[in-house]
Protein backbone atom coordinates (compact mmCIF):
# COMPACT_ATOMS: atom_id res chain seq x y z
CA UNK A 1 0.00 0.00 0.00
CA UNK A 2 1.03 3.61 -0.87
CA UNK A 3 2.67 5.35 2.25
CA UNK A 4 3.09 9.04 1.56
CA UNK A 5 6.80 10.67 3.59
CA UNK A 6 6.52 14.01 5.14
CA UNK A 7 9.16 15.02 6.35
CA UNK A 8 8.99 16.95 10.09
CA UNK A 9 10.34 20.02 8.70
CA UNK A 10 7.46 20.51 6.02
CA UNK A 11 4.93 19.66 8.84
CA UNK A 12 6.27 22.16 10.95
CA UNK A 13 6.30 24.78 8.47
CA UNK A 14 2.82 23.82 6.93
CA UNK A 15 1.60 24.35 10.64
CA UNK A 16 3.31 27.88 11.42
CA UNK A 17 2.23 28.79 8.05
CA UNK A 18 -1.62 28.12 8.81
CA UNK A 19 -1.17 29.19 11.99
CA UNK A 20 -0.41 32.60 11.31
CA UNK A 21 -2.98 32.87 8.14
CA UNK A 22 -5.77 31.76 10.99
CA UNK A 23 -4.37 35.14 13.04
CA UNK A 24 -3.96 36.89 10.39
CA UNK A 25 -7.58 36.44 9.19
CA UNK A 26 -8.88 37.43 12.69
CA UNK A 27 -6.98 40.26 12.69
CA UNK A 28 -8.31 41.41 8.91
CA UNK A 29 -11.48 41.36 10.32
CA UNK A 30 -11.05 43.24 13.61
CA UNK A 31 -9.37 45.94 12.01
CA UNK A 32 -12.00 46.08 8.85
CA UNK A 33 -14.84 46.25 10.93
CA UNK A 34 -13.44 49.15 13.49
CA UNK A 35 -11.08 51.07 11.47
CA UNK A 36 -12.99 50.89 7.82
CA UNK A 37 -16.51 50.00 8.76
CA UNK A 38 -16.06 46.99 6.79
CA UNK A 39 -16.75 43.30 6.83
CA UNK A 40 -15.84 40.41 5.25
CA UNK A 41 -16.67 36.51 5.21
CA UNK A 42 -13.86 34.55 6.78
CA UNK A 43 -12.91 33.00 3.51
CA UNK A 44 -12.12 36.88 2.30
CA UNK A 45 -10.15 37.31 4.96
CA UNK A 46 -7.93 34.52 4.54
CA UNK A 47 -7.69 35.23 0.57
CA UNK A 48 -6.32 38.49 1.14
CA UNK A 49 -3.53 36.76 4.27
CA UNK A 50 -2.25 34.51 1.65
CA UNK A 51 -2.73 37.65 -1.54
CA UNK A 52 -0.35 39.35 0.92
CA UNK A 53 1.84 36.97 2.43
CA UNK A 54 2.83 35.51 -0.80
CA UNK A 55 3.00 39.87 -2.05
CA UNK A 56 0.80 38.75 -5.32
CA UNK A 57 -1.20 41.37 -3.92
CA UNK A 58 -4.71 42.68 -6.54
CA UNK A 59 -5.08 45.62 -4.53
CA UNK A 60 -9.26 44.87 -4.84
CA UNK A 61 -9.33 45.25 -0.69
CA UNK A 62 -7.05 47.77 0.64
CA UNK A 63 -6.47 49.64 3.74
CA UNK A 64 -7.72 53.30 3.81
CA UNK A 65 -6.61 54.00 8.06
CA UNK A 66 -2.54 53.83 9.16
CA UNK A 67 -2.97 50.96 11.56
CA UNK A 68 -4.70 48.83 8.53
CA UNK A 69 -1.57 49.93 6.61
CA UNK A 70 1.02 49.13 8.91
CA UNK A 71 -1.04 45.54 9.44
CA UNK A 72 -0.39 45.13 5.98
CA UNK A 73 3.47 45.71 6.40
CA UNK A 74 3.74 43.37 8.99
CA UNK A 75 1.66 40.00 6.96
CA UNK A 76 3.16 40.82 3.81
CA UNK A 77 6.85 41.09 5.30
CA UNK A 78 6.09 38.20 7.63
CA UNK A 79 5.06 36.50 4.05
CA UNK A 80 8.73 36.91 2.69
CA UNK A 81 10.64 35.47 5.79
CA UNK A 82 8.37 32.53 5.64
CA UNK A 83 8.66 31.78 1.77
CA UNK A 84 12.19 33.03 1.58
CA UNK A 85 13.83 32.66 5.09
CA UNK A 86 12.11 28.97 5.91
CA UNK A 87 10.34 27.42 3.00
CA UNK A 88 13.47 27.43 0.58
CA UNK A 89 15.91 26.26 3.13
CA UNK A 90 14.53 23.92 5.40
CA UNK A 91 11.91 22.39 2.84
CA UNK A 92 12.24 22.93 -0.70
CA UNK A 93 16.26 22.74 -0.78
CA UNK A 94 16.79 19.11 1.98
CA UNK A 95 13.87 17.57 -0.29
CA UNK A 96 16.03 19.48 -3.71
CA UNK A 97 18.55 17.59 -2.02
CA UNK A 98 17.63 14.04 -1.12
CA UNK A 99 15.99 14.21 -4.79
CA UNK A 100 19.90 14.28 -5.77
CA UNK A 101 20.84 11.91 -3.89
CA UNK A 102 18.12 8.89 -5.33
CA UNK A 103 19.95 10.05 -9.17
CA UNK A 104 23.33 8.22 -7.40
CA UNK A 105 23.79 4.76 -8.57
CA UNK A 106 22.66 2.21 -5.88
CA UNK A 107 23.55 -0.97 -8.30
CA UNK A 108 24.72 -2.28 -11.21
CA UNK A 109 22.42 -4.15 -13.62
CA UNK A 110 21.89 -7.90 -12.81
CA UNK A 111 23.94 -9.33 -15.45
CA UNK A 112 26.59 -8.10 -14.71
CA UNK A 113 29.03 -10.43 -14.14
CA UNK A 114 32.53 -11.55 -14.09
CA UNK A 115 34.03 -8.61 -13.41
CA UNK A 116 36.00 -6.87 -11.17
CA UNK A 117 35.02 -4.50 -7.82
CA UNK A 118 36.74 -1.45 -6.50
CA UNK A 119 36.27 -0.34 -3.30
CA UNK A 120 37.25 3.37 -2.88
CA UNK A 121 38.46 5.63 -5.81
CA UNK A 122 41.76 7.79 -5.75
CA UNK A 123 45.07 8.01 -7.80
CA UNK A 124 46.37 4.69 -6.48
CA UNK A 125 43.54 3.10 -8.92
CA UNK A 126 43.09 5.83 -11.73
CA UNK A 127 45.63 4.22 -13.81
CA UNK A 128 43.74 0.79 -13.35
CA UNK A 129 40.55 1.94 -14.11
CA UNK A 130 42.15 3.61 -17.41
CA UNK A 131 43.80 0.24 -18.34
CA UNK A 132 40.61 -1.44 -17.12
CA UNK A 133 38.30 0.37 -19.49
CA UNK A 134 40.64 0.54 -22.31
CA UNK A 135 41.02 -3.47 -22.01
CA UNK A 136 37.20 -3.66 -22.05
CA UNK A 137 37.27 -5.48 -18.46
CA UNK A 138 33.99 -5.28 -16.75
CA UNK A 139 34.61 -3.66 -13.28
CA UNK A 140 32.83 -1.35 -10.85
CA UNK A 141 33.85 1.59 -8.47
CA UNK A 142 32.18 1.62 -5.02
CA UNK A 143 32.77 4.83 -2.92
CA UNK A 144 30.65 6.81 -0.51
CA UNK A 145 32.14 10.82 -1.72
CA UNK A 146 29.23 12.06 -3.89
CA UNK A 147 31.63 14.14 -5.90
CA UNK A 148 34.02 11.11 -6.77
CA UNK A 149 30.33 9.67 -8.19
CA UNK A 150 29.69 12.14 -10.09
CA UNK A 151 32.91 12.02 -11.72
CA UNK A 152 32.65 8.41 -12.38
CA UNK A 153 29.14 8.86 -14.00
CA UNK A 154 30.48 12.05 -15.98
CA UNK A 155 33.26 9.19 -17.74
CA UNK A 156 30.44 7.06 -17.70
CA UNK A 157 32.34 4.12 -15.41
CA UNK A 158 30.15 2.03 -13.83
CA UNK A 159 29.89 3.16 -10.05
CA UNK A 160 27.73 2.37 -6.87
CA UNK A 161 27.36 5.05 -4.49
CA UNK A 162 27.29 3.93 -0.81
CA UNK A 163 29.44 1.69 1.76
CA UNK A 164 31.59 -0.61 0.83
CA UNK A 165 32.01 -2.65 3.98
CA UNK A 166 27.60 -2.49 3.74
CA UNK A 167 26.55 -6.60 2.43
CA UNK A 168 24.32 -4.93 0.76
CA UNK A 169 26.19 -2.15 -1.14
CA UNK A 170 28.40 -4.92 -2.31
CA UNK A 171 25.20 -6.91 -3.50
CA UNK A 172 24.26 -4.64 -5.19
CA UNK A 173 27.32 -4.86 -7.28
CA UNK A 174 26.83 -8.43 -7.84
CA UNK A 175 29.56 -9.36 -5.75
CA UNK A 176 28.64 -13.47 -6.02
CA UNK A 177 29.42 -13.27 -9.75
CA UNK A 178 32.78 -10.81 -10.00
CA UNK A 179 36.03 -12.55 -9.66
CA UNK A 180 38.46 -9.55 -7.71
CA UNK A 181 37.12 -7.33 -5.20
CA UNK A 182 40.46 -4.52 -4.78
CA UNK A 183 39.83 -2.86 -1.08
CA UNK A 184 41.11 0.93 -1.24
CA UNK A 185 40.01 2.54 1.41
CA UNK A 186 41.99 3.26 5.05
CA UNK A 187 43.05 -0.12 6.62
CA UNK A 188 40.33 0.00 9.49
CA UNK A 189 37.67 -0.09 6.87
CA UNK A 190 39.56 -2.61 4.26
CA UNK A 191 39.42 -4.98 7.05
CA UNK A 192 35.70 -4.54 7.55
CA UNK A 193 35.01 -4.98 3.43
CA UNK A 194 37.09 -8.03 3.77
CA UNK A 195 35.59 -9.73 6.40
CA UNK A 196 31.59 -8.50 4.30
CA UNK A 197 33.49 -9.45 1.47
CA UNK A 198 34.25 -13.39 2.39
CA UNK A 199 30.96 -13.81 4.48
CA UNK A 200 29.08 -13.17 0.86
CA UNK A 201 31.29 -15.43 -1.02
CA UNK A 202 34.88 -16.61 -1.94
CA UNK A 203 36.28 -13.88 -4.05
CA UNK A 204 39.77 -13.15 -4.35
CA UNK A 205 40.36 -9.72 -2.53
CA UNK A 206 43.41 -7.42 -3.01
CA UNK A 207 43.93 -5.34 -0.35
CA UNK A 208 46.30 -2.39 -0.06
CA UNK A 209 47.38 -1.34 3.19
CA UNK A 210 48.72 1.93 5.06
CA UNK A 211 50.16 0.57 8.18
CA UNK A 212 52.56 -2.08 7.72
CA UNK A 213 51.91 -3.32 11.42
CA UNK A 214 48.65 -4.19 9.97
CA UNK A 215 49.35 -6.09 6.99
CA UNK A 216 48.63 -9.43 9.09
CA UNK A 217 45.54 -8.58 10.70
CA UNK A 218 44.43 -7.76 6.84
CA UNK A 219 45.19 -11.32 5.74
CA UNK A 220 43.51 -12.90 8.62
CA UNK A 221 40.42 -11.18 7.54
CA UNK A 222 40.79 -12.42 4.18
CA UNK A 223 42.68 -10.72 2.27
CA UNK A 224 44.35 -12.59 -0.65
CA UNK A 225 46.91 -10.09 -1.54
CA UNK A 226 48.12 -6.91 0.55
CA UNK A 227 50.13 -4.40 -1.18
CA UNK A 228 51.48 -1.62 1.12
CA UNK A 229 52.84 1.46 -0.54
CA UNK A 230 55.24 2.16 2.48
CA UNK A 231 56.63 -0.79 1.88
CA UNK A 232 57.77 0.14 -1.77
CA UNK A 233 59.67 3.11 -0.54
CA UNK A 234 61.29 1.29 1.76
CA UNK A 235 62.29 -1.43 -0.74
CA UNK A 236 63.33 0.99 -2.93
CA UNK A 237 65.57 2.89 -1.06
CA UNK A 238 66.96 -0.17 -0.03
CA UNK A 239 68.13 -1.08 -3.12
CA UNK A 240 69.48 2.07 -4.12
CA UNK A 241 71.79 1.44 -0.88
CA UNK A 242 73.18 -1.60 -2.40
CA UNK A 243 72.88 -0.25 -6.32
CA UNK A 244 72.76 3.13 -6.72
CA UNK A 245 73.25 3.10 -10.28
CA UNK A 246 69.89 1.01 -11.52
CA UNK A 247 68.90 1.61 -14.74
CA UNK A 248 65.65 0.03 -15.38
CA UNK A 249 62.45 -1.06 -13.75
CA UNK A 250 63.77 -2.92 -10.57
CA UNK A 251 61.96 -3.59 -7.69
CA UNK A 252 58.63 -3.25 -9.58
CA UNK A 253 55.62 -4.38 -7.79
CA UNK A 254 52.91 -6.40 -10.12
CA UNK A 255 49.61 -4.71 -8.91
CA UNK A 256 46.79 -6.15 -11.58
CA UNK A 257 47.76 -7.88 -14.28
CA UNK A 258 50.11 -6.44 -16.65
CA UNK A 259 49.90 -2.76 -13.92
CA UNK A 260 52.96 -2.39 -11.76
CA UNK A 261 53.76 -0.04 -8.93
CA UNK A 262 57.58 1.59 -9.24
CA UNK A 263 59.54 4.08 -7.27
CA UNK A 264 61.56 6.87 -9.45
CA UNK A 265 63.76 9.04 -7.51
CA UNK A 266 64.05 12.62 -9.45
CA UNK A 267 67.82 13.63 -10.98
CA UNK A 268 69.99 16.77 -10.81
CA UNK A 269 69.21 17.57 -14.42
CA UNK A 270 65.59 16.13 -14.25
CA UNK A 271 62.94 19.52 -15.93
CA UNK A 272 60.28 18.04 -13.67
CA UNK A 273 62.25 19.77 -10.75
CA UNK A 274 60.92 22.45 -8.91
CA UNK A 275 57.46 22.01 -11.25
CA UNK A 276 54.35 21.05 -9.19
CA UNK A 277 52.52 18.11 -9.81
CA UNK A 278 49.63 19.47 -11.75
CA UNK A 279 52.42 21.28 -14.20
CA UNK A 280 54.31 18.58 -14.60
CA UNK A 281 52.01 16.51 -17.06
CA UNK A 282 53.08 13.30 -16.29
CA UNK A 283 49.89 11.55 -16.58
CA UNK A 284 49.24 13.44 -20.06
CA UNK A 285 52.59 12.82 -21.82
CA UNK A 286 53.21 9.14 -20.21
CA UNK A 287 50.09 7.84 -19.21
CA UNK A 288 51.28 6.58 -15.57
CA UNK A 289 49.56 8.30 -12.21
CA UNK A 290 51.83 9.32 -9.14
CA UNK A 291 50.83 8.00 -6.68
CA UNK A 292 52.96 9.22 -3.78
CA UNK A 293 55.73 11.14 -3.53
CA UNK A 294 58.28 10.90 -0.73
CA UNK A 295 60.14 14.66 -0.10
CA UNK A 296 62.47 16.04 2.97
CA UNK A 297 61.70 12.80 4.52
CA UNK A 298 58.16 12.53 4.70
CA UNK A 299 56.28 10.30 3.09
CA UNK A 300 52.73 11.88 0.93
CA UNK A 301 50.45 9.24 -0.24
CA UNK A 302 47.69 10.34 -2.42
CA UNK A 303 49.54 13.82 -3.02
CA UNK A 304 47.48 16.86 -4.15
CA UNK A 305 47.84 18.47 -7.37
CA UNK A 306 50.07 21.35 -5.80
CA UNK A 307 52.94 19.21 -3.76
CA UNK A 308 56.08 20.21 -5.34
CA UNK A 309 58.43 17.66 -7.04
CA UNK A 310 62.36 18.48 -5.48
CA UNK A 311 65.53 17.23 -6.64
CA UNK A 312 65.37 15.40 -3.54
CA UNK A 313 62.07 13.38 -3.98
CA UNK A 314 61.20 10.28 -5.07
CA UNK A 315 58.00 9.52 -6.98
CA UNK A 316 55.75 6.53 -6.47
CA UNK A 317 54.11 5.75 -9.50
CA UNK A 318 51.26 2.72 -11.38
CA UNK A 319 51.50 2.37 -14.52
CA UNK A 320 52.03 -0.48 -17.48
CA UNK A 321 55.70 -1.26 -18.39
CA UNK A 322 55.50 0.94 -21.46
CA UNK A 323 54.23 4.38 -18.85
CA UNK A 324 56.46 3.61 -16.72
CA UNK A 325 59.58 3.59 -18.65
CA UNK A 326 58.21 7.18 -20.46
CA UNK A 327 58.03 8.43 -16.92
CA UNK A 328 61.49 6.99 -15.74
CA UNK A 329 62.62 9.62 -19.05
CA UNK A 330 61.12 12.30 -17.66
CA UNK A 331 62.63 11.91 -14.32
CA UNK A 332 66.07 12.11 -15.75
Not at 16 to 26: D, E, K, P, S
Not at 227 to 247: E, H, M, W
Request: hydrophobic share 45%.
Amino acid sequence: MFKLKISKSLIAYVSIFAFLVLIYGHIFNYLMHTYEGKDYTFITSIYWVIVSMTTVGYGEIIFQSQIGQLFTVVVILSGVVMIFGYLFPLVVTPQLEKTLRRELPSRVPIDFKNHIIICGYNQLVETLITELDEDRVPFVVIDENEQAIHHLIARKIFCVHGDSSDDNVLLNSNIRSARILIANQNDEKNASIILTAKELCNIKVISLVEDNAKEGYLKYAGADQVISPKTLFGNYLGRKAVDPLTDHLAGATRFFEDLNIVEFPIYPGSALISKKLKDSKIRKETGANIVGLWTRGRLSLNPVPDDIIRESSVLLAVGTEKQLEALKKMTR
